[in-house]
């Protein structure tokens, strides 16, 4: 499985690296003046790949897919900042797998330990970018912004009957199940396994972690402010 692999590479003594042809390139030193590289394709694919002095060597070892559902309609599945699994569809339409397991629960003065399938969520909140395209898809009018801004500004002003509606047009246009996520599905992206009191940490806000109070007076665009991302890497909870 990928999970294995990666603890193979972890004890291995590989660093990871990024690059803009793969997903996630690892590398390390060989004893014979050469270079190894694991590469972490689209599609979840592991090719190892040795360089040498005399010459080009390749060996390939090729793992499934831990999502073989969406192998072929992500753009790209791969790791975030934090180590869990993000898919990225169509229309920069990007989430993050939240394992399933146990995690703390809190309702109101109340908490407990629930258990939880696991699930994919938005990486970030809808975007009027992402909202108008489908408006015009549909022939809806799209929803008023905020002094003439949309594009990666989270979308407001629609309401609950619009948040389905898009999400069921997605899951036309993808062919993959799109929903609200519960209240118990939220919390866990957001608080993580531990139930934290926010999602970096149980540390106060402040300018590097959050848009809150009044700190800009305006909406920002989504994913400003990854310091401030979840234990699982969703941002702008």
């Not at 975030?80 to 397991?101: C, D, L, Q, S, Y």
């Not at 407001?156 to 899951?171: C, E, G, H, M, P």
């Not at 799109?178 to 993580?192: D, H, I, N």
Request: charged share 25%.
């Amino acid at each position: 499985t990928v999970e294995e692999v990666l603890t193979i590479l972890d004890k291995s003594g590989l660093k990871p690296q990024f690059d803009g042809g793969a997903d996630l390139i690892w590398t390390a030193d060989r004893g014979d003046n050469g270079r190894r590289w694991i590469v972490f394709s689209r599609g979840g694919t592991v090719r190892e790949y040795s360089t040498m002095d005399r010459g080009f060597v390749m060996a390939v070892c090729s793992i499934d897919s831990p999502f073989p559902e969406l192998a072929n309609k992500a753009e790209q599945i791969r790791r975030n900042e934090k180590g869990f699994w993000e898919a990225v569809f169509e229309g920069n339409i990007r989430m993050t797998h939240i394992p399933g397991g146990e995690f703390l629960h809190r309702m109101g003065y109340r908490e407990k330990q629930i258990i939880i399938d696991p699930y994919w969520i938005g990486t970030v909140p809808v975007t009027y970018e992402q909202y108008d395209h489908f408006c015009e898809a549909r022939g809806f009018y799209k929803p008023e912004d905020r002094d003439g801004e949309r594009g990666q500004l989270p979308v407001v002003k629609i309401n609950y009957d619009d948040a389905i509606t898009y999400s069921q047009w997605l899951s036309e246009k993808l062919n993959l199940s799109f929903q609200l996520p519960t209240s118990a599905q939220w919390e866990k992206a957001a608080a993580g396994p531990k139930g934290n009191r926010y999602p970096w940490g149980m540390a106060e806000p402040d300018d590097s972690l959050a848009n809150f109070a009044t700190r800009t007076g305006r909406i920002v665009k989504v994913g400003q402010y990854p310091d401030g991302a979840s234990h699982y890497g969703c941002l702008d909870m």
